[in-house]
């Protein structure tokens, strides 16, 4: 069947079920580590400083990998980052009695090299499978991939859970690496060979962007996801667990659902924005602001003591789905703006931005939630979302705007 696709088509499946196979793993040793670790007897930080390394490599790995893609071919290190992945996982297969925080930490930090090593490669792979005037295509190829991938992202938490208990913490791993392996090995023989390799020679110093809409996007993503971490990763699953007494299973059950529907919406975006006339570099800002009414919404019903479990519930539901929209529009925005010759250089320093308001939110949640609690994580989430659309309204046009405006392709 594969072969009566257009080779475009077939190099986008392949790239496509390769970050489907390493999201999966990510989600579930992600969930594996926090519950196996918890069982042992770790304490709360220092299971939050196992992911330390993970978080802080992924920015690393962005501003290097772009360069390593656009110098050695996007093929090369989408199969580097699914070989480091197996590495982490066979890290995790030693004796129990091995299993120290620092080693442990190591291996996550391998897995964060391999997921935004993976991850970049295959949004930039996609900007050069389709042709510069069908940006409708792209936007929509992009909403999948990105979408697709955070749904799948939510599955691996289950699939880690019912691992864990199905086969426990080493056959799970074991399971893991070889599903993972198999992908490895059909990849290095199905992948295009060196799709995304730069026609110059891109010197070290080029990894930092000299563009001024991508440099906007980087400052525009960074702010975005810092202001979503900063109450999603710590301070909310504290709170539901601490103030509004959910149990572990019922907050983990709830979050991986959350990220499942933030998946779906992100692949449907294009549905959505594309009823506009308005280009997607203006109905950014739009979102923006929508997005920005949303924590402090939150923050308001809680302030005032109304209904806090269901104020929570809800306002997370709008917040996914304005979320959604923004992340999927920026993901798009990214690749409609990067050059095609060294595009992962561009994607690469876009998404190191990105692992920084990770980074950034990261730490300031755990921080502002245990010296002034939700709602002012809430608030600050709410001005780094306003920065943001102030940050991503500064878009120049492009030259040939035409080719830039998503129009829906009549089929």
Sequence with gaps: MLATLSPAVRQYLIVTGNYWAFTLTDGALRMLVVLYF????YS????????????LFGVV????????????????????????????????????????????MVAQALSGIAKDLNKMSAKSTIK??????????????VAILTGSKNTLKGVGFFLGGLLLTLLGFQGAILAMAIGLGLVWLASLISLKRDVGKA?????????????????????????LFGARDVWFVVALPVFLASQLGWSNWLVGSFLAAWVIG???????????????????????????????????????????????????????????????????????LIVAYARADGVSMDVGFYYMANAAGRLLGTVLSGWVY???????????????????????????ERADNSTFKVKTEKK
């Excluded at 918890?38 to 007897?41: I, P």
Aim: aromatic residues 10%.
């Design 61 to 104: 790995t962005n501003l290097f990998g772009g360069w390593l893609g656009a110098r050695f071919g996007l093929n090369r290190t989408m199969n580097i980052g699914l070989g480091l992945q197996i590495a982490a996982l066979s890290m995790l297969l030693v004796p129990p009695h091995w299993l120290s925080l620092v080693w442990v």
């Design 262 to 332: 933030y998946g779906v919406v992100q692949g449907l975006a294009p549905k959505l924005t594309q009823r506009s006339q308005i280009p997607e570099h203006r109905q950014a800002r739009i979102w923006a602001m929508a997005l920005t009414l949303s924590p402090l919404a939150i923050a308001a019903a809680l302030w005032l003591g109304i209904a806090p479990a269901p104020s929570l519930v809800i306002g997370l539901m709008i917040f996914g789905v304005l979320f959604a929209i923004n992340s999927s529009l920026h993901s798009y």
């Design 370 to 396: 245990q010296q002034h609690g939700l709602v002012a994580c809430l608030i600050i989430s709410a001005a780094l979302l306003l920065l943001s659309g102030i940050t991503v309204a500064r878009l120049p």
């Design 199 to 223: 026609k110059f020679k891109p010197k070290f110093k080029d990894m930092w962007s000299k563009s001024r809409p991508i440099n906007i996007l980087a400052a525009a993503r960074l702010l």
């Design 128 to 141: 050069l499978l389709v042709p510069d005037n069908q940006q409708g295509q792209l936007y929509r190829w």
């Design 38 to 41: 918890h069982q042992l007897g």
């Design 44 to 55: 709360a930080l220092e299971v939050a400083m196992l992911f330390l390394f993970y978080e």
